[in-house]
Nanobody, 115 residues
Framework: QVQLVESGGGLVQPGGSLRLSCAAS????????MGWYRQAPGKQRDLVAT???????NYAEYVKGRFTISRDNAKNTVYLQMNSLKPEDTAVYYC?????????WGQGTQVTVSS
């Protein structure tokens, strides 16, 4: 079992930045993918960015050039650096771990972009 805990959400003005963190309860080994998803009110949960154990990244078109996913293996933590935030980025952001056998989710962290 792995627990994922997100942090770093909050209220930011348009054009601002936030960095989300996702800390895993233990070291993740083997082949896996970690990622960030988001869900706005009344909408489905959508992919934002993923990072494989091999280092490959994948971004949704609407965040390319603005968001960056990274990890610190020593801290068992994945980050999402979000720059040039827009009101349409407002959502609950969820961390996901997929080691292939099952999918783990964090509890989510709210990001609100508003002036």
């Amino acid at each position: 079992q792995v627990q994922l805990v997100e942090s770093g959400g909050g209220l930011v003005q348009p054009g601002g930045s936030l960095r989300l963190s996702c800390a895993a309860s233990r070291r993740i080994v083997g082949i896996y993918t970690m990622g960030w998803y988001r869900q706005a009110p009344g909408k489905q949960r959508d992919l934002v960015a993923t990072l494989s154990s091999g280092g490959s990244t994948n971004y949704a078109e609407y965040v390319k050039g603005r968001f960056t996913i990274s990890r610190d293996n020593a801290k068992n933590t994945v980050y999402l650096q979000m720059n040039s935030l827009k009101p349409e980025d407002t959502a609950v952001y969820y961390c996901n771990l997929d080691p292939g056998s099952r999918s783990y989710w964090g509890q989510g962290t709210q990001v609100t972009v508003s002036s």
